[in-house]
């Protein structure tokens, strides 16, 4: 397990759209191991890979429920809206406000290959919400309606 630097916006890498991740392998039990380690050190309540430079869809969050690791998560269902703070480890010191879906439902596997699906709120939802959309390259402040904090 190792800590690993995160890559600062406005890398290139961080606006390009991760690989499903096809077999789980223990480079994925390795990757799934660092980014919980890296987000700790943060600390975070979430982290995905290409914040560490992979362009694998994995994925980790801890909002103070426990670890939560997902491999190719996606959103399959959601409703309600909610908008509420947010910042990034990739974008240190800017605060945004960004809407977000109230209550989503997210499907993945974890690091067995079972597939889980996740039913979440307020945070958790927000969190889950944050870190989806870095696999597709997209950042917060790409959602920002009002700035809180320096904008980057």
């Given amino acids: 397990m190792a800590i690993h630097q995160i890559l600062i916006h406005p890398d290139p890498i961080l606006r390009e759209k991760s690989q499903p991740v096809k077999k789980i392998t223990p480079n ?36 103070g429920e426990g670890l939560i690791e997902l491999i190719n998560p996606e959103i399959i269902a959601a409703r309600g ?18 809407p977000r879906a109230a ?13 889980r ?3 979440a ?6 969190a889950l919400q944050h870190e989806i959309d870095h696999l597709d390259g997209v950042l917060f402040i790409d959602k920002v309606i009002r700035w809180l904090e320096d904008k980057p």
């Fill in 81 to 98: 809206r909610d908008v509420g703070p947010e910042g990034c480890l990739s974008v240190p010191g800017a605060q945004g406000e960004v």
């Fill in 103 to 115: 209550v989503v439902t997210v499907r993945g596997l974890d690091r067995h290959g079972r597939e």
């Fill in 28 to 63: 994925i039990w390795k990757l799934l191991d660092n980014l919980a380690d890296t987000m700790y050190e943060a600390p975070g309540v979430g982290l995905a890979a290409p914040q560490i430079g992979v362009l694998k869809r994995v994925i980790v969050v801890d909002v």
């Fill in 121 to 126: 709120e307020g945070l958790l939802a927000r």
């Fill in 117 to 119: 699906a996740i039913k």
